[in-house]
């Protein structure tokens, strides 16, 4: 399986070892659907841990256990959580192949790509270290006039090019997904959380019927 030559604006490629089994996340029209991890290993040799929502009729969760190596091809989605009292912005790939691999068989791939609309301005900063970096969030939509809302991160050159596009301009990203650990404070306390995010290796932007492309190659 891989992403090339899908027509889709929305798919993604990865394959990792199972962290966490499956767990019933919710059920429509019957047909319930699952929610597990697995780790999607860097060449920086740190892991990616990334949660994958699977219906029940693609494989059976006894299959799942932790160890497990698999390959998922699907759609990176969101969905907004009203659980607490802020609304909450949740990501999720959304399987639609899996299978299972043996354990021997080389590299964990972990390829995206997104045809969507940039729909917030580009926040473009600088580390402390003189690194360029530029936040977007980028609507890509889906059947029955949904749309899933996905936050995106650019480096050097794509960031400087990013923080001058404009919202509502239509771009395609190829990148990686990746997860990112992060402390926040609630009252007294300090909560670790994680946060997901597709980095991005390629960008193509459409101005007035021709693409103007922009990568570094660096994830």
């Not at 907004?80 to 912005?89: E, P, R, V």
Request: hydrophobic share 35%; proline share 3%; aromatic share 10%.
């Amino acid at each position: 399986m891989h992403t090339e030559g899908l027509l889709e604006n929305n798919s993604i490629y990865i394959a990792g070892k199972v962290t966490e089994e499956c767990v019933f996340s919710h059920e429509v029209y019957g047909e319930g659907f699952y929610l597990f991890k697995v780790s999607s290993g860097r060449l920086s040799d740190n892991e990616d841990i990334l949660p994958i929502t699977i219906s029940e009729r693609l494989i059976k969760k006894e299959k799942l256990t932790l160890g497990t190596k698999v390959e998922v091809t699907g759609q990176l989605r969101s969905y907004n959580n009203y659980g607490s009292k802020k609304n909450k912005l949740v990501l999720t790939i959304f399987a639609r192949e899996i299978n299972l691999l043996e354990e021997e068989s080389g590299q964990n791939p972990n390829q995206i790509f997104l045809n969507g609309f940039i729909c917030k301005p580009p926040v473009y900063r600088k580390t402390p270290f003189g690194r360029e970096i530029s936040d977007i969030l980028v609507a890509v939509n889906r059947a029955y006039n949904k749309s899933d809302y996905i936050p995106c991160i650019a480096w050097g050159r794509n960031a400087r090019y990013l923080s001058g596009l404009s919202v509502g301009e239509n771009i395609k990203i190829w990148g990686r997904m990746q997860s990112r650990t992060y402390q926040k404070k609630n009252g007294d306390e300090i909560e670790e959380r994680v946060a997901y995010e597709v980095s991005i290796s390629k960008i193509e932007v459409a101005v007035d019927r021709k693409e103007k492309s922009m990568g570094n190659g660096s994830l």
